[in-house]
């Protein structure tokens, strides 16, 4: 199991940047995969990026390139997602995930069922 805490949601100001965390704990070894969803009110959730236990290798879809950057720090099983120039329709509650990977796969991939370690999420309200 794998257990997965974020921090740091809060009312942030539009074009400002921003950092979220996920402290993981459990079983985190070189299968777990982390990535990053959100979800918007009324919408379904949206992948946002994912990344290797390495931190090395990372997957975002074309939407979130340029604002968005996954890492990691695998010293303090830590995951982080720095927001850029923040916009009003990032305002979302975001979700860390966990995926536990067969060995030929790098990196998780950008649906849900994919994961099987999901934290509760944390709010994101970018507002002046």
């Known amino acids: 199991q794998v257990q997965l805490v974020e921090a740091g949601g809060g009312l942030v100001q539009p074009g400002s940047s921003h950092v979220l965390s996920c402290a993981a704990s459990g079983r985190i070894d070189s299968t777990l995969g982390l990535g990053w969803f959100r979800q918007a009110p009324g919408q379904e959730r949206e992948f946002v990026a994912s990344l290797s236990f390495s931190g090395d290798s990372t997957f975002l879809p074309d939407s979130f390139k340029g604002r968005f950057f996954i890492t990691r720090d695998n010293v303090k099983n830590t995951l982080y997602l720095q927001i850029n120039n923040l916009k009003p329709e990032d305002t979302a509650v975001y979700y860390c995930?966990?995926?536990?990977?067969?060995?030929?796969?790098?990196?998780?991939?950008?649906?849900?069922?994919?994961?099987?370690?999901w934290g509760r999420g944390t709010q994101v309200t970018v507002s002046s």
């Open positions: 995930a966990g995926s536990i990977m067969p060995s030929h796969i790098l990196v998780p991939g950008a649906t849900p069922e994919e994961y099987q370690f």
